[in-house]
């Protein structure tokens, strides 16, 4: 299993907002910037934390679709070494 920075993108089917601020509130973000230059956001259901594995992000996000009892429709978690975005 990989620790590093971890990129997650999922659907779901309702409770967006709510969704995110709760992986907010463990640690992800939805954002990211370059020194101290330009910050970019990600798209709306897509957020990186930095030193988990792959597998925890997938289970922060089943745990938290559950306690809202949200359809997690799909997701995706993976290590994102590098990275470019607009």
């Known amino acids: 299993m990989t620790v590093g920075a971890i990129l997650?993108?999922?659907?779901?089917?309702?409770?967006?907002i709510e969704v995110k601020n709760a992986?907010?509130?463990l640690g992800y973000t939805d954002?990211?910037?370059?020194?101290?230059?330009?910050?970019?956001?990600?798209p709306n259901t897509t957020?990186?934390?930095n030193n988990i594995s792959s597998n925890q992000a997938i289970s922060d996000l089943k745990s938290i679709c559950a306690r809202f009892n949200?359809?997690?429709?799909k997701?995706?978690?993976?290590?994102a070494t590098e990275f470019v975005g607009v």
């Open 8 to 16: 997650v993108s999922y659907d779901i089917n309702r409770l967006h």
């Open 23 to 25: 992986m907010k509130a």
């Open 31 to 42: 954002n990211w910037h370059y020194g101290t230059g330009k910050t970019y956001q990600l």
């Open 47 to 49: 957020l990186w934390k």
């Open 70 to 73: 949200v359809l997690l429709e």
């Open 75 to 79: 997701a995706v978690a993976v290590n």
